[in-house]
């Protein structure tokens, strides 16, 4: 995604329209996609750069723009695509609980069912790498958690030598 300048509420065009179509790929819900930065745009931002850990002003700027195309990469994991929560399915719902279950935190069985198994091992998760213990996965846990895995892995093949 490319833009021309700074976008904020009240901004209109293509340029919009494509931060609309950003955003929903990632699972950030703008409303629609008219190519009017309005109430629901402007929160979707806001969530976007919360979740990824940007100043949170609700306007898009090149920095915001350099992460979310880092986030619509296709060399991302699938589990980094949008923020998951309670209620979600899917793929990456069945990744995390995979990941959960391989450091000890029992999220069930890999349903791709994000219910209340997976949300309390998200929280436990949370609390014990002193995470935002909200259950919602975005960014900041979805970082912890490869670099959880990432140590795990390597205190696993050190025990075979």
Wanted: charged fraction near 25%; charge should be negative; include cysteine.
């Amino acid at each position: 995604m490319e833009i021309s300048g700074t976008l904020r509420k009240g901004s209109k065009g293509e340029d919009v329209k494509e931060l609309q179509r950003s955003l929903k790929a990632l699972g950030f819900d703008t409303g629609g996609v008219d190519g009017v930065f309005g109430e629901e745009t402007e929160a979707a931002v806001l969530a976007f750069q919360n979740s990824y850990d940007l100043y949170d002003d609700g306007t898009v700027g090149q920095h915001f723009v350099d992460t979310l195309n880092g986030a619509l990469s296709s060399d991302r994991p699938e589990l980094c695509k949008r923020l998951i929560a309670r209620g979600h399915r899917g793929d990456d719902v069945r990744i995390l609980q995979t990941i959960l279950g391989a450091l000890g935190f029992d999220a069930g069985r890999p349903d791709g069912v994000f219910g209340g198994g997976t949300h309390d091992a998200v929280v436990g998760f949370q609390t014990a790498l002193g995470l935002k213990a909200d259950g919602v996965v975005g960014a900041r846990t979805v970082d912890a958690l490869f670099r959880a895995l990432a140590v795990s892995t390597k205190d696993d093949s050190s025990a075979d030598v």
